[in-house]
């Protein structure tokens, strides 16, 4: 067990938390929340030993085996499956003594080494070490590929590997989805369900963290607090707690009147049965706990271009790839504005190659391409977001871009994306990769445009920044391709998936909780998607077909969202005025019984007509899932 008693823990002038009294058992999964700069990684320190509490205590077993990620992998020329092999340092220690014993030509220290080489796992260590990397997305042939051969990204994958190879008793992962796709993403996720040690995790994606993690720790305001339940369960607690606040409460209900409005026009032209229905659950869950985070610094949307094109883009029987090697082929896709594409498949299947080529650069190998006059289109990449020159500053960039604007307007925009006051003029080369991702990202915002692709966009984003890049997109007027390791995004911006596999790029009927079943498949393939190909002109009449069908049924559920808010003012009226006591006088009978009269008349109608509502309503549903 791990014990803070009355710990205090400062990080030079700054506070972290004081008088802190916390138990955590083996055994236990939990995340690690708080805002950039609370102090996460600083009670990692604390556990690593790194740091010493300023007050009080912590007690931690001197016995218990601790592993971590390293938050940089150095270029090294060291194989990449020995690197990971290290992660078990026990196990190396055994191969020296037998190596030892072996030159010493000593028989019992053989023995002895051996017996414990075989009790440590050591005969299975390098299939271990091959299995982790092949469920980080490794392939066989890259475990004898030097460190110094992996760009940082897939390095920090390595780092990652090799903390999960040690056979440890307290586990501390700081932000280990940052440089992973959906689909490593998700052996982690299972993964470290079954760890049996005590894990702290910091992360910034909500569904890995419910899916992980039965705990909480909380670092706000110099004070650690611990929550019961997953990471939804902890933003209801906290939700409820800052709710009780009356400051907040007026915060609260203008972001929930906001998200409110997707959920009704999403639930209204819902038409993919099970996409659609994924999202308006996603964007409920959005609405419940947006209040929590009314107060974050991040707030932006994007500016409508001047003129709309439509299509804005149409792919025909298009192929394309590198060289004269095609990767992908056949790809027929129109893009409109307010379209919202998902792109999901497998790591290396051709996401990002198709993300290219509808940026413009890949070149058609074969087929047609129609772009719009005029589109503008914006591209967030992460060589985009490692392309800043080190004296850039975000003014300076937006200045680039526009350089009649005021400096006052682009203070006012950049102050969305979490830059104000001074740290509009400072330098990139000082900037966190968090701080980067949201330069880049207002750099698109900014540049108005009517395609916007989005590969990978919340990688060093906190959960603030991510929900207010989810709202920016829902009111976005042009067109989303979107691809992300991160779940509620996915789900909550797109209205269609597109699978990229073996080739070629199909629609995926199903949702993202559909896809995590088909990838978790042993020896899931292609042909065993749940897919279809639809014709796009085919698809858009169904749909209009559709929305004639419905178009009565909401209007009568306009009528009767009216008439409820008539009905429910009168029924507070009548209400008022049987509160008050002199209407109970002898002399004002007859003014009472009409009173009360009126009232059970309106109730009925009250009940009436929500009945009438909820049948609608129903219907509504089940014909968008028809």
């Given at each position: 067990m791990i014990e803070l008693r009355q710990a205090t823990l400062h990080r030079g002038s700054k506070l972290i938390f004081s008088e802190a009294n916390i138990r955590l058992f083996p055994g236990w999964h939990v995340g690690v929340s708080g805002e950039n700069g609370a102090g996460k990684s600083s009670l990692f320190s604390l556990l690593k030993g790194t740091l010493q509490t300023d007050g009080g205590e912590l007690a931690l077993p001197a016995a218990w085996t601790l592993a971590s990620m390293e938050q940089e992998v150095a270029a090294t020329d060291q194989l990449a499956l020995d690197y990971v092999l290290d992660g078990d340092a026990p196990l190396r220690l055994i191969e020296a003594r037998l190596l030892a014993?072996?030159?010493?030509?000593?028989?019992?220290?053989?023995?002895?080494?051996?017996?414990?080489?075989?009790?440590?796992?050591?005969?299975?260590?390098?299939?271990?070490a091959s299995t982790l990397m092949a469920g980080l997305g490794f392939k066989t042939s890259d475990e004898g590929r030097q460190v110094q051969d992996f760009s940082g990204g897939w390095r920090m994958r390595l780092g990652l590997a090799r903390a999960l190879m040690c056979r440890s008793d307290l586990l501390l992962l700081d932000e280990p989805t940052n440089h992973l796709d959906l689909d490593a993403l998700l052996w982690l996720e299972d993964w470290l369900k079954s760890y049996p040690?005590?894990?702290?995790?910091?992360?910034?994606?909500?569904?890995?963290?419910?899916?992980?993690?039965?705990?909480?720790?909380?670092?706000?305001?110099?004070?650690?607090?611990?929550?019961?339940?997953?990471?939804?369960?902890?933003?209801?607690?906290?939700?409820?707690?800052?709710?009780?606040?009356?400051?907040m409460r007026v915060k609260q209900e203008r972001e929930r009147a906001h998200l409110q409005s997707f959920v009704d026009r999403f639930r209204a032209q819902a038409t993919k049965a099970r996409q659609a229905q994924s999202r308006i659950k996603r964007l409920e869950k959005l609405q419940m706990i947006a209040p929590l985070h009314a107060d974050s610094p991040f707030r932006f949307e994007f500016m409508a271009p001047e003129r709309m094109p439509q299509p804005l883009l149409d792919l025909e029987h298009a192929a394309t790839g590198y060289g004269q090697q095609i990767h992908l082929q056949d790809i027929n896709l129109q893009l409109a504005p307010g379209d919202r594409f998902g792109l999901l498949g497998r790591?290396?299947?051709?996401?990002?190659?198709?993300?290219?080529?509808?940026?413009?650069?890949?070149?058609?190998?074969?087929?047609?391409?129609?772009?719009?006059?005029?589109?503008?289109?914006?591209?967030?990449?992460q060589h985009q977001v490692d392309a800043f020159a080190d004296d850039d500053t975000p003014m300076l960039c937006l200045q680039?871009?526009?350089?009649?604007?005021?400096?006052?307007?682009?203070?006012?925009?950049?102050?969305?994306?979490?830059?104000?006051?001074?740290?509009?003029?400072?330098?990139?080369?000082?900037?966190?990769?968090?701080?980067?991702?949201?330069?880049?990202l207002a750099l698109c915002v900014y540049s108005r445009p009517h395609l916007l692709l989005l590969d990978e966009p919340t990688n060093h984003l906190d959960i603030d920044m991510r929900l207010a890049l989810n709202l920016a997109l829902q009111a976005f007027e042009g067109a989303v391709v979107l691809v992300s390791h991160d779940r509620t995004l996915l789900s909550s911006c797109c209205e269609r998936f597109l699978l990229v596999d073996g080739g070629a790029v199909t629609d995926f009927a199903g949702d993202i909780d559909d896809y995590a079943a088909w990838l978790r498949q042993p020896g899931g393939t292609a042909s065993t998607t749940p897919r279809v190909r639809t014709d796009r002109r085919e698809e858009k009449r169904m749909r209009a077909e559709k929305r004639q069908q419905k178009r009565p049924m909401q209007q009568r559920l306009q009528q009767l969202e009216t008439e409820l808010a008539q009905l429910n003012e009168k029924d507070r009226t009548l209400s008022a005025k049987l509160h008050d006591e002199s209407l109970y006088l002898d002399a004002n009978k007859a003014k009472l019984l009409e009173l009360i009269a009126e009232a059970e008349q309106i109730k009925s109608r009250i009940q009436a007509s929500e009945a009438e509502w909820l049948q609608l309503s129903d219907e509504l549903d089940q014909h968008a899932t028809s």
């Open positions: 014993a072996e030159h010493a030509d000593d028989g019992d220290a053989l023995s002895a080494a051996h017996a414990d080489y075989d009790a440590a796992g050591g005969y299975v260590a390098k299939a271990r040690g005590l894990l702290l995790l910091i992360a910034h994606d909500r569904d890995f963290l419910d899916a992980v993690c039965q705990h909480m720790l909380h670092l706000a305001d110099g004070e650690l607090r611990y929550y019961a339940g997953n990471y939804s369960a902890f933003e209801r607690a906290r939700a409820e707690r800052m709710a009780q606040q009356e400051q790591n290396g299947a051709g996401k990002s190659t198709l993300m290219k080529l509808l940026a413009g650069e890949l070149s058609l190998l074969a087929g047609k391409a129609h772009r719009a006059d005029g589109i503008k289109l914006a591209y967030f990449h680039r871009m526009d350089p009649r604007a005021s400096e006052l307007n682009m203070r006012q925009f950049l102050g969305g994306f979490g830059f104000s006051g001074d740290h509009v003029y400072a330098p990139c080369g000082r900037f966190s990769g968090g701080e980067r991702a949201r330069l880049a």
